[in-house]
């Protein structure tokens, strides 16, 4: 089952299932969006528009999904809202966007998602300036964790809604670029994480 397919099959639901559980953590990593005012910010696989009521004012906003029905949703929240945001269809993994056009990407519950989370993450850091922030909140395993139950699930869920078996280290190594400042445990004992990364100026 394709990611386009079973999210517009997930779109009518996915509120209910996502909405209020992550509310809290995703007011927290959008406030560091305080700082870029004026600046313009990618939000990629920005869903049914989850973010947008907790969105700060002053940057300019380009907000991307991959599955029609889900940005449907999302344009009817941006429909009520006073930002300046701008929402078109995109893959997270093949993005149009020039080289360094962002000064900061927002990768919220999406490098789980995606088939291919590496070259997600090397396509928010192409788009991205030097100096520029990703701001990441999602579920992943640490090196070496068993996680059992996570792994004997992800051959299921996965072709369906989201991987269980994502190991963030692995894909920072991906990305050399990248620089960690920040990674710090949110919810559910540590597999959701809020991540902060820098772009190394050359």
Request: some cysteine.
Given at each position: ?202
């Amino acid at each position: 089952m394709g990611l386009k397919f079973s999210y517009t099959l997930l779109s009518p639901i996915y509120d209910l299932i996502v909405a209020s559980p992550t509310e809290n953590i995703r007011t927290k990593s959008l406030q560091r969006l305080h700082d870029f005012h004026n600046k313009r910010v990618l939000i990629n696989g920005i869903g049914s528009g989850l973010d947008i009521p907790f969105l700060p004012a002053g940057p300019l906003y380009t907000c991307t999904d991959l599955t029609p029905a889900m940005l449907k949703r999302a344009q009817q929240r941006a429909d009520q809202s006073d930002l300046d945001l701008h929402l078109e269809l995109a893959d997270a993994m093949d993005l149009t966007y020039k080289d360094q056009m962002y000064d900061a990407v927002v990768l919220h519950l999406i490098l789980a998602v995606v088939p291919q989370p590496v070259k997600a993450l090397q396509e928010a850091s192409r788009v991205l300036k030097p100096g520029g922030k990703i701001f990441i909140l999602d579920k992943f395993i640490k090196p070496g964790q068993l996680a059992l139950a996570r792994r004997l699930l992800n051959p299921f869920i996965r072709h369906i809604a989201t991987r269980t078996d994502i190991v963030f280290e692995h894909l920072h190594k991906e990305c050399n670029e990248l620089k960690l400042l920040q990674d710090e445990p949110v919810l559910m004992n540590g597999w959701f994480r809020s991540i902060e990364l820098e772009k190394r100026e050359k």
